[in-house]
C-alpha cells in the first residue's frame, strides 16, 4: 500500500509539506512555551486593588526586571553585556570577513592552495565553539593581553589590565567564532553579482580596484548584512567559549562609563546566556528562578529578533540604494 | 582599401588561445578612421573575440594567450607599458546584452566621467545631456534621468549604454551584436545612431545579421575558423566578393 501510495500518490509535496509544517510547530511551539512561561512571571496576583493597578505593577515588575541591576534582580547588565559584544565583535568582523573574502573571490587565483583555504575557512565553522573559548584564553588573554600590558601598562604589574578576561576579548573570540560565517556568505554574495556588471565597469576605463569599490561592493552589500545577520544570531547566544574570556556571573561595574574612554574594553561582563545558565542551574531558589529563566530567554531571543530586524531593514535599504530591487534576496 | 583612407587600429599577425583552444589565427587587419566595420562570420569564427582583443577585454574572460600586435594609432596596445583602463578609455565596447548599472539613468551616463575624476555638478549635467542626445535617448528620457535604469525597455537601455560609453569620448566604439536582442524598431534607431556616430568616432560593430552589415557599414571583415578570408569596401564584398566561402556565406549557402 505504502508502494503504491508512493508511486502513484503524490509523496514529495506530502512529504516536503510534512516536513514544513513540523519545523513551524517546533519554532511555533517554542515561542508559545517561552511566553507562556514567563507572561506570568511579575504578575502580582496577591496584590490587592482592581485589574488597572495590577496591570501598573505587572509593567511596572518588567520595567524593573529589564533596567535593574543585578542585586535587584534585574537583568540590565547581561542585556547591556549582550549588546555590546555582539556590536563590537560585529566591528571586528565585518570588515575582516569582507575583505577576506573579497581576496579569495576577486583576487586570488583558482587553484589547490585557494581550494585548500577554502576547505579551510569551512572547517572553522565547524570547530566546537569551546575550541575557539580555549584559544582566545591562551592566544588573546594570555599573549596578545600579556603583551600590551608588558608594553603599555607597566606600572600597574604585576595586576594584569588587558591581560585578564574581559569585553575586547570576548569580542574577539566571537569575532574569530562568527568569521567563516561572514566570509562564505559574503563570497556567495560576490559570486551572485552579473558578470556582465563587471566587464561594463571595466568597459569604462576602471581599474580592478575601482571596479570592486563602484560595483562589487555595493551589490555585495545586502549580502554582507545577510553575513552580519547570520554572525550575531550565533554569537548572541554563546556561553560556554566566553566564560574563558570575560563574561562572568556578575559584574561589580558597567563596562559604559560617562568619562572617556566611555567604553572599558578591560572589563569583565555579564550576558544573558550566561545569567540563564546561572539562574537556572546555579540558584539555591529553583522554584523561583524557574519563571525568571524563562523570562531571560524570552529577552534574549527579542533582543536577537530586533538586532535582525534592523539588518533586515538595512539591508533593504541597501538593496533599493545599490541593486534598484525592492524585494530583498 | 585605399590608401587615403588612415588605418585607426592596425591588426598585425594576432593570434588567440582561450585554454588550449585556438580562437584566431595570424589575423592581419587595418581598421579605417571614421567608418564602419562589421565583422561576418558563423557562430565561435571568432569574430567577437577580435573584437573584444582591440580594448584588452578578452583577458578578463578567460585563460587567454594573445600573440602579434594591435596598433592604435601606431602604438601596440599590448606593449607591456600600456595601461589597459586608460587603452579601454579610449576604446570603448557595448556588449550583446544591455547591461545598465542598476542605477538612475544619470548616474550611469555620469559613472565613467566619475571615474575619469569629473565631480562638478554643472559639468556632470552638461556632459551627460550631450551623451544622451548623441545616443538619440534624451528626448525620452529627461524627465526620468533620476529613476532607475533597469526600468527602461531593453532598446532604450542599450541606447543608454551607448551613452555611457560615448560619454567618455573614446576614439573607438566596439559593437558586439548590438541589436541582436532588440525589436526591429530598436534595431532601427540602433543603427541610425550608428551613422550619426561615425562622424566622431571609429566604429566596430559584429553582426549576424546581413542586411545589417550591408547597411550600415563602410567596410566589411569576413572571417570563419580563426581565420580571416576577406576583407573589403562592403559594397564590393556584397556585390562581388573575392573569395568564394564569402559568397557561399552571404547568399546563405553555408553559416
Known sequence: MLRNWFRHGNPWIWLNAGAVALSLL???????????QSIGVFWPAEMPGHVGAKLVQYLSNWWHFLTGSSSHGGIFPAILGTVLMVLLMSVLVTPLGVLAAVYLHEYAKEGPLLRVIRVAVHNLAGVPSIVFGVFGLGFFVYFLGGSIDNLFYRDSLPTPTFGT?????????????????????????????????RLGCFALGATKAEVIWKIVLPQASPAMVTALMLAIARAAGEVAPLLFVGVVKSVPALPLSSEFPYLQLQQKITSLGMHIYDAGLQSQDAQRAEPLVFASALVLITLIFILNLTAYRLRKRLNLRYRNRPVSE | MTAEVTAKLEVQDLSLKFADK???????????????????????????SLLRSFNRMNELLEDTVTTGKVLLDGQNIYHSAVEVAELRRRVGIVFQKPNPFPHSVYENVAFGLRLQGIKQTRQLDE??????RKAALWEEVRDRLHESAVNLSGGQQQRLVIARAIAIEPEVLLLDEPASALDPISTLKIEELMYDLKQHYTLVIVTHNMQQAARVSDYTAFLN???????????????????????????????
Open chain 2, 127 to 132: 556632459l551627460v545631456e550631450s551623451a544622451l
Open chain 2, 225 to 255: 575558423m580563426g581565420q580571416l578570408i576577406e576583407f573589403d569596401e562592403t559594397n564590393k564584398m556584397f556585390t562581388d566578393p573575392s573569395q568564394r566561402a564569402t559568397e557561399d556565406y552571404i547568399t546563405g549557402r553555408f553559416g
Open chain 1, 26 to 36: 517546533l519554532v511555533g511551539s517554542l515561542l508559545v512555551f517561552m511566553v507562556v
Open chain 2, 22 to 48: 585556438t580562437v584566431l589565427q595570424h589575423v592581419n587587419l587595418r581598421i579605417p578612421q571614421h567608418k564602419i566595420t562589421a565583422f561576418i562570420g558563423p557562430s565561435g569564427c571568432g569574430k567577437s
Open chain 1, 165 to 197: 578576561p574581559g569585553l575586547l576579548w570576548v569580542s574577539l573570540t566571537l569575532a574569530l567564532l562568527t568569521l567563516p560565517v561572514v566570509i562564505v556568505a559574503t563570497e556567495q554574495g560576490l559570486a551572485g553579482i552579473p558578470k556582465n556588471l
